[in-house]
């Protein structure tokens, strides 16, 4: 009886699943890896088709480069260094870190390079008087929009690089003052003498 009940109830498991049917759960890492390849694919465009309005704005709004508010705020000569220079000075500073293997030092580069930058867009963006970005308004709107949108990008970028580098700050100074002690607790102190065996003593 138990043998026949046991295989009753055993056999009633699979008989209960194919009756569902197939599993819900089943297809979902496929919709999640394909939710992922579309976000990515839509993200990638994105960035192309900015790059490629970037470029063109600075090649046709090249006259801005002489024009009247130049000299107090040039914001074509901040967007050709930020899009073109920067990433060829990006580039060099690679091949030269993986060649000449300087390590750290040249890896810095990039992010003091950011941090100039980033420091010289405020102050174009700051000290830009009225008259000048009504001109750039309204002869050079693209190019006024597309500066505003770097220098953002800058301040947002430098912001989560200072988060980052007090993160790790913090979180090398904890590791450190937890396994500090630990090191030496079992290290026996030098100034202390050397205490002799104890033996048991007989009567």
Same mark, same amino acid.
């Given at each position: 009886?138990?043998? %026949? $009940?046991?295989?009753?109830?055993?056999?009633?498991?699979? %008989?209960?699943?194919?009756? &569902?049917?197939?599993?819900?759960?089943?297809?979902?890492?496929?919709?999640?890896?394909?939710?992922? /390849?579309?976000?990515?694919?839509?993200? %990638?465009?994105? /960035?192309?088709?900015? =790059?490629?309005?970037?470029? $063109?704005t600075i090649a046709v709004s090249s006259a801005a480069y002489t024009a009247v508010c130049a000299a107090d705020s040039n914001i074509w000569v901040f967007c050709m260094l930020f899009l073109i220079i920067m990433p060829l000075?990006?580039? !060099? /500073?690679?091949? =030269?870190?993986? !060649?000449?293997?300087? %390590?750290?030092?040249?890896?810095?580069?990039?992010?003091?390079?950011?941090?100039?930058? @980033?420091?010289?867009?405020?102050?174009?963006?700051?000290?830009? +008087?009225?008259?000048?970005?009504?001109?750039?308004?309204?002869?050079?709107?693209?190019?006024?929009?597309?500066?505003?949108?770097?220098?953002? $990008?800058?301040?947002?970028?430098?912001?989560? !690089?200072?988060?980052?580098?007090?993160? @790790?700050?913090?979180? !090398? @100074? @904890?590791?450190?003052?937890?396994?500090?002690?630990?090191?030496?607790?079992?290290?026996? &102190?030098?100034?202390?003498?050397?205490?002799?065996?104890? +033996?048991?003593?007989?009567?």
């Amino acid at each position: 009886m138990q043998g %026949g $009940f046991g295989a009753q109830f055993g056999g009633a498991q699979p %008989g209960a699943s194919e009756g &569902d049917g197939q599993n819900p759960l089943q297809g979902m890492p496929a919709g999640a890896v394909a939710l992922a /390849v579309c976000c990515v694919c839509v993200l %990638g465009s994105l /960035v192309l088709a900015f =790059v490629v309005w970037s470029v $063109f704005t600075i090649a046709v709004s090249s006259a801005a480069y002489t024009a009247v508010c130049a000299a107090d705020s040039n914001i074509w000569v901040f967007c050709m260094l930020f899009l073109i220079i920067m990433p060829l000075v990006g580039c !060099l /500073v690679g091949i =030269v870190t993986q !060649l000449a293997n300087l %390590g750290v030092v040249m890896r810095v580069v990039p992010s003091v390079m950011n941090f100039i930058i @980033a420091v010289w867009g405020i102050l174009l963006w700051v000290n830009m +008087t009225k008259e000048c970005e009504h001109y750039y308004t309204r002869e050079y709107p693209s190019l006024l929009l597309l500066f505003k949108i770097l220098v953002v $990008f800058l301040i947002c970028t430098f912001v989560v !690089l200072v988060c980052a580098l007090c993160i @790790a700050t913090t979180t !090398l @100074a @904890a590791a450190f003052t937890q396994s500090g002690p630990e090191r030496y607790e079992n290290i026996p &102190d030098a100034n202390e003498p050397n205490k002799p065996a104890e +033996t048991e003593e007989y009567v």
